[in-house]
């Protein structure tokens, strides 16, 4: 069986690195990529944040306000995902001329398959230069890239040496890649399982890989098995680029949990913007409308609302459906750690209902 060859890229500091190009006064500059604030009441949500506004502790899903505190002097710019899906597109073309396999995760993220590429060479090391080049010769924009045999471990590489990274794991160099890394830095290790983990005398991939498999399903129950394959460099996992569109959706893996109706108010509202500026792109709308929660347990629910018509393509109607399905569900007292939007029941918006009057 051949090995696969799975490049992970994933854009720097995307939203906030367009907003800086189309503006080189912003230029070393902190960027914040949320409403501001001090215009908007207090609302918003950080979308993402360059470099310069991180080192003052300014992250993804943040309130604004919270960033503004941090970093009085940041630049913040409303969110224009118009303008990031236009970029967005322009770097999947890229993507589609050295395969067809790519696997979109968000505006910013893709895996991409070349295990047989379009381009005339077997070196995934010298395809992910050439992307990158290519990248940023077309958009000004940079990214890093991920390279192994697996998915796990081509996401894990990319956020290795960001900025402009690039970074191989090859099979046999898996578990010393594998072995110093902060336990937090594996899928799965939240806020409350890093407690736990830590607790048992688990702080890098080293201590991990020294649990047995029953241990660790004993004190995790079935994350146990997950653990344990994920520290042996295994997953499974195949690169998903052929599956017919039957569903539209918008979630965040959030780096800070949200505790705190307001804190769940601001990223359901950019969510639920994000869903409805998705939905118009691709002319499509639907009945039922997905809400998927996932706490610092790993433990993940979801509740449904279907409608007789279609729901309106609106954001902020669609947060206000987000939040009425959060109040039927058992997550007040967690903290929150992903958040999702999905529509389903998906037809073209030329496709509406028509009710007939069969009495006056």
Not at 84 to 99: D, K, M, R
Not at 203 to 217: A, K, N, P, W
Not at 241 to 258: I, N, Q, Y
Request: contains cysteine; proline residues 4%; glycine residues 6%.
């Amino acid at each position: 069986m051949t090995e696969k060859k799975i490049i992970h890229v994933d854009m720097d500091c995307f939203y906030a690195s367009i907003e800086v190009r189309d503006n080189p006064k912003l230029k070393d500059k902190p960027v914040v990529i949320a409403k501001d604030p001090r215009h908007f009441g207090g609302k918003g949500v950080v979308a993402t944040a360059n470099y310069p506004a991180r080192a003052y502790g300014i992250h993804s899903a943040m309130p604004a306000i919270s960033a503004l505190k941090l970093c009085p002097q940041a630049e913040f710019i409303t969110p224009n995902f118009a303008k990031y899906q236009a970029v967005s597109h322009e770097i999947h073309t890229i993507f589609h001329e050295y395969t067809d396999k790519v696997e979109p995760i968000a505006f910013d993220e893709a895996y991409l398959d070349v295990t047989e590429p379009k381009v005339p060479t077997k070196s995934a090391l010298l395809l992910a230069h050439r992307l990158q080049q290519e990248i940023y010769q077309k958009t000004g924009l940079t990214c890093s890239t991920g390279i192994s045999y697996n998915k796990f471990l081509a996401k894990l590489a990319s956020d290795y040496a960001k900025p402009v990274g690039i970074t191989l794991v090859r099979p046999d160099e898996a578990l010393d890649f594998l072995f110093p890394l902060k336990i937090e830095a594996f899928r799965g290790v939240g806020q409350k399982t890093l407690v736990k983990m830590h607790e048992l005398g688990i702080y890098t991939g080293y201590d991990l890989y020294q649990q047995t498999e029953l241990d660790l399903i004993h004190h995790f129950g079935k994350m146990g098995h997950f653990f344990y394959q994920q520290v042996r460099g295994i997953d499974e996992r195949q690169v998903q680029w052929d599956r017919k569109r039957k569903s539209l959706g918008v979630e965040r893996t959030l780096t800070a949990p949200l505790v705190g109706r307001a804190a769940i108010e601001a990223q359901m509202s950019w969510t639920a913007d994000r869903l409805a500026h998705l939905l118009q792109k691709k002319q499509q709308h639907g009945k039922t409308l997905v809400l998927k929660l996932r706490n610092q347990q790993f433990e993940t629910q979801t509740k449904r609302l279907t409608l007789a018509d279609f729901f309106n393509n609106d954001g902020e109607l669609l947060a206000e459906y987000g939040m009425e399905l959060f109040d039927q569900m058992n997550f007040k007292d967690d903290a929150i750690r992903l958040l999702g939007l999905t529509m389903t029941n998906l037809e073209s918006l030329s496709y509406q209902n028509i009710t007939l009057k069969l009495f006056d």
